[in-house]
């Protein structure tokens, strides 16, 4: 896996609001993980304006360092783990497939998290493109209970010869993970599926997601959801310039203009 050049990285990190880390420590990746989830939105844009999706390294950060854009899981998560591993951490791009509603894991390569180990050896499940997930990296060989500002976690074996995990949040199961170690462009395919396909989420409608301090706002297509100190407030923007200028103050984006769904729901 290609890592960054030393003076993207430092612009990565000026990104998150992070200062280098002196080394590739189990703290210093809490650090990056929480800073990342408030400054990065989790966000599905591009494929409402009509922009490729790109697996590629330098792709990927012009788009994180270039009007505030995120992305969905392959890009989020893709682009922190180059620059982890620039920064010295091992790491590892696992593909998962998210449950349903129903309880049953969604098509392969339907999400793409991280295995990290730290300078003391000791790995962690790195996911900062799930959205409403852990705030913090979860000990990846621990089983019991992980307690998260967002929630109580675990990662469960799945009975059966091929050592898949599934991750709960709350008791609910939320992804299965395999343990096979993929590349970037393992994932190709997924991304591209849920980019294109009418029966992908995220075609369905634009969806714009940030952690903060107090909780998450969200905007969804014209809806504006915010959520702090456990009070949810909704409210539907009436107009393009209503919807440009959320963007702008609780995104950090700037667009050229409204997302249009690429797939709309009937």
Not at 1 to 20: C, K, N, P, W
Not at 21 to 46: C, I, K, Y
Not at 230 to 258: C, K, N, Q, S
Request: aromatic content about 8%.
């Amino acid at each position: 896996m290609e890592e960054f050049s030393a003076s993207r990285v430092d612009a990565y990190l000026r990104r998150i609001g992070a200062e280098r880390p002196g080394s590739a420590s189990a703290a210093a990746l809490r650090d990056l993980h929480l800073r990342h989830l408030r400054t990065v939105a989790f966000e599905s844009l591009s494929i409402h304006l009509g922009q490729e999706i790109v697996l590629e390294g330098e792709a990927l950060l012009d788009k994180l360092l270039h009007g505030g854009r995120g992305g969905f899981c392959y890009e989020l998560n893709g682009v922190f783990a180059l620059l982890l591993r620039s920064l010295g951490y091992r790491v590892e791009l696992l593909q998962a497939r998210v449950h349903s509603a129903d309880g049953g894991p969604g098509v392969p390569y339907d999400h793409l998290a991280l295995r990290v180990s730290c300078e003391d050896g000791r790995p962690w499940l790195v996911d900062v493109g799930f959205g409403d997930h852990s705030h913090f990296p979860l000990a990846f060989d621990e089983r019991g209970e992980q307690t998260d500002p967002g929630g109580a976690f675990r990662i469960v074996p799945v009975d059966g010869p091929h050592g898949d995990l599934d991750v709960l949040q709350d008791g609910v199961p939320r992804y299965r993970l395999e343990t096979r170690p993929r590349v970037l462009s393992d994932f190709v395919t997924g991304a591209w599926w849920h980019s294109t396909s009418p029966a992908s989420g995220f075609t369905r409608k634009p969806v714009c997601s940030l952690l903060t301090e107090t909780g998450r706002t969200t905007l969804s297509d014209h809806v504006l959801t915010v959520t702090a100190d456990g009070e949810r407030t909704e409210r539907t923007l009436t107009d393009d310039a209503e919807v440009l200028a959320a963007y702008r103050t609780h995104f950090g984006i700037d667009l050229p203009r409204v997302p249009v769904p690429l797939h709309p729901r009937p």
